[in-house]
């Protein structure tokens, strides 16, 4: 089965650009997470979908970043304009449907898209 | 109040020996999940294995196992017969709900870098 795909990988742009980074999540998950990882805060969560739905947005830094999912299977992370405090790893999760807080609900993710920003 | 600690930012392992990777929570919530995945180099998040709050066996997946202790809030890793191959990071995450409405949260840790020795 093929997992959470991300593309691009790799990612270099100039300061002011605009970045996209996609996401295919996994056939069947209902719920789509976007994460970013950096050296000095770690692993956090931008956006969460479920069923297409944004339902909390509360981790996206500011409007430059945008998300949206508009269907089942793709999911988009945009950066406009791009600054270099925005270099970091992305990554796309995905899981089933939420079961409930005694169900597993484990998220899968994606291989992440490195950003650089010059 | 930090909601995972890992208090250990590299450890050291012989192959083929076990090790032990600290992780202790804070919740306030009765019914949450906790996790463990691993980063290698190539810099993947690989899903390890899951622990259910109301679980009363600790889980194992294969070399991984949980060392719940619920009252003490800590949720250790054990790899048992450490490989090279184990090598990587390894993040400790928990999830609860948050809000009535059912939605669940994920939050990580800053890692541990496990080194194995040949």
Redesign the interface.
């Known amino acids: 089965d093929a997992g959470v795909i991300q593309s691009p990988r790799h990612e270099v742009t100039e300061m002011g650009q605009e970045v996209t980074l996609r996401c295919k999540p996994i056939s069947g998950h209902n719920s789509l997470f976007w994460y970013r990882q950096t050296m000095m805060r770690g692993l956090e969560l931008l956006i969460y979908f479920n069923n297409n739905v944004p339902i909390d947005d509360s981790g996206m830094p500011e409007d430059r970043f945008s998300a949206k999912m508009p269907n089942a299977s793709f999911s988009t992370l945009k950066i406009q304009p791009s600054e270099p405090r925005d270099s970091a790893v992305y990554f796309c999760a995905s899981s089933e449907r939420d079961r409930g807080l005694r169900a597993k609900n484990i998220q899968y993710f994606g291989a992440g898209t490195r950003l650089s920003v010059l | 109040a930090q909601k995972i600690t890992q208090t250990q930012p590299g450890m050291f392992v012989q192959e083929k020996e076990a090790v032990t990777l600290d992780c202790t929570y804070d919740t306030s919530d009765q019914?949450?999940?906790l996790?463990w995945?691993k980063q290698p180099s190539?810099?993947?998040?690989?899903?390890l294995i899951?622990q259910?709050s109301?679980d009363e066996q600790n889980a194992t997946e294969g070399r991984y196992s949980l060392n719940f202790q619920k009252a003490r809030k800590s949720a250790n890793l054990v790899i048992s017969a450490s490989q090279l191959g184990d090598s990587a990071m390894y993040?400790c995450a928990m999830?609860e709900?948050?809000n009535s409405g059912?939605?669940?949260?994920?939050t990580?840790?800053?890692?541990t870098k496990l080194q194995v020795i040949p």
């Open positions: 019914s949450y999940g996790f995945y190539s810099g993947e998040m690989i899903f899951y259910g109301y993040f999830r709900a948050m059912g939605y669940q949260k994920v990580f840790g800053i890692g």
